[in-house]
Structure formats: structure tokens, C-alpha cells
């Protein structure tokens, strides 16, 4: 809760320590979402809302086309 929305950002390590439920397997991309879900738990926001401010963010951080 200390990171403001603005600054916030999700990865992964791929293709090393695969987040839980997926522990023990190689990490992907695509896990990013179990990473995602558990940090909107934290912050006390719904995945919905936290996967908003941080496509916003990607896409200014990285000067994307939208």
C-alpha cells in the first residue's frame, strides 16, 4: 500500500520462482495474473481495478500506442 498507483507495475520472473498455485513449475508470462490477483489482495482492491491503473501505467512507462 506504500506504492502509489502511478508507480505500480507487474512482472514476472520468468522463467524462475513460478508464483503460488504454480510453484515447482517454470514460470511464464502468463502467470503474471496469479502474481496480479495476490498483490490486489494485499492493497485491498479488486484484480479489476489493479489491472486498470497498471495497463495505464505500462503503457506510459513504455510510450505504447493506444
Request: hydrophobic share 35%; net charge positive.
Amino acid at each position: 500500500k506504500i506504492v502509489p498507483k502511478t508507480n505500480l507495475m507487474v512482472e514476472t520472473d520468468s522463467p524462475y520462482l513460478a508464483p503460488v498455485p504454480k510453484r515447482g513449475k517454470r514460470n511464464t508470462p502468463a502467470y503474471v495474473r496469479h502474481t496480479a490477483a495476490f498483490l490486489a489482495e494485499l492493497r485491498g482492491e479488486s484484480l479489476e481495478e489493479l489491472e486498470s491503473y497498471t495497463d495505464t501505467n505500462a503503457i506510459k512507462i513504455y510510450k505504447l500506442p493506444i
